[in-house]
């Protein structure tokens, strides 16, 4: 991996959970950025590209470990399937009481 190679990242997504509260949970989808940088503890920074409408994101800038770090272009199983995270977040929602 070097700097300025473009990768599909999951970026993780600044979500509301109650009007209050947001809680940060990892994108069920693999999303597409830049390397910015890469750490001395082996850590790498993504610039995640400009989204055409607003993003659920705080930073477009994010450390990932290498290993959650697919190459551009790949059609792996992982990459394919929607994130784990995503499903916490709705059966969290689901136990909201309904607004009536």
Do not use: N
């Amino acid at each position: 991996m070097r700097i300025g190679e473009r990768v599909p990242v999951r970026p993780f997504l600044r979500l509301l959970v109650r009007p209050w509260w947001a809680e940060s949970y990892l994108s069920p989808f693999y999303y597409p950025g830049t390397v910015v940088e890469i750490t001395e503890g082996g850590r790498v920074r993504v610039e995640l590209d400009e989204p055409h409408h607003p993003a659920p994101w705080e930073s477009r800038v994010q450390l990932f470990h290498p290993t959650e770090i697919h190459r551009y272009g790949c059609r792996c199983l992982e990459c394919g399937k929607p994130g784990r995270d995503m499903y916490r977040f709705l059966a969290d929602q689901a136990r909201l009481p309904q607004d009536k």
